[in-house]
């Protein structure tokens, strides 16, 4: 019964669970900086991020490779392992967030800069602090809501 | 002009959704089921269970839905008449809209009837799990 979780094109590739959260707290601080300096090339560069973890999965952005490279060889524990779509679609709702707010920014809107910043900070931060799952949350709400009922 | 204002607010709210969210996750609750439905062996695609099912609703952008099967499927396998069915949600939308499934994992406890008794959003805990199924008879 479960035909979309079974295709094998959405066959899964499972990256380590800890890279997303670690993302999300850097995540969090620069969109907290964002917000506190009102200053949009922050937003740009966090919203450059979100574009490769939204492409590409969150273990290419620069917070992933961080992790890769430098927190995870001092972990000791074993990895818990994570499909690489959740965090995907968390990055793509950030990118949404990121772009709204850079697009408030140059039309001098601050109030749309600063909403979108804070919607988008809101989100990594849950993520970062409850292990938050905005896939789990959002995601069958935004399918109930786009398509139409039969 | 710098103001810590907003970042203040942001996470104070964020922190008391999160603290919400977290308590209710897992949680079975039973006053959430729709009066009148019913869920069949032609709906779900398979028998029902001779007592109870537990019909988990999965989707594909969800890391807990994984714990939760493997949680689930584990625990029915020494249990004659218990079943768990793992549907896909967006491959179901009609049926997720009749049971008003908001989020992923949601796992839908049903007796031999198909009438739901309970309902968990997010990953139940076992003893949670078997409490709820021991109620069922």
């Keep these: ?150 | 002009m710098k103001t810590y204002l907003p970042l203040l607010v942001v996470l104070v709210l964020a922190s008391a959704y999160g603290f919400w969210w977290k308590r209710k996750q897992g949680a079975i609750r039973s006053n959430k089921a729709i009066p009148g439905h019913r869920l069949s062996a032609d709906v779900l695609g398979e028998a029902l269970g001779t007592r109870a099912t537990m019909v988990q609703f999965s989707s594909a952008f969800c890391t807990p839905c994984r714990a939760t099967h493997s949680l689930l499927s584990q625990m029915v396998i020494p249990m004659n008449d218990v079943k768990h069915v793992q549907i896909d949600a967006e491959s179901h939308l009609e049926l997720v809209r009749q049971l008003d499934i908001r989020s992923t994992p949601t796992t839908i406890f049903i007796n031999k009837d198909g009438i739901e008794v309970g309902r968990a959003a997010g990953t139940p805990k076992r003893e949670q799990v078997l409490a709820a199924l021991a109620a069922i008879n």
Aim: with cysteine; proline share 5%.
């Design chain 1, 1 to 150: 019964m479960s035909e979309i979780l079974e295709k094998p094109e959405v066959q899964k590739i499972y990256i380590d669970a800890r890279g997303p959260r670690f993302s999300a707290s850097i995540t969090t601080i620069v969109l907290a900086t964002a917000l506190v300096t009102h200053n949009i090339w922050v937003l740009v560069a966090q919203g450059l991020v979100f574009l490769i973890g939204a492409t590409f999965g969150p273990q290419f952005t620069p917070y992933g490779l961080f992790f890769k490279n430098v927190v995870k060889p001092r972990l000791k524990k074993e990895a818990p392992t994570e499909d690489v779509r959740p965090p995907k679609f968390a990055q793509s709702v950030g990118l949404i967030f990121a772009l709204v707010g850079i697009f408030g920014a140059v039309v001098d809107r601050s109030l749309i800069f600063a909403a979108a910043t804070s919607i988008a900070l809101a989100a990594a931060f849950l993520n970062a602090a409850f292990n938050y799952c905005l896939g789990c949350e959002m995601y069958l709400l935004l399918v109930r809501t786009t398509t139409r009922r039969k």
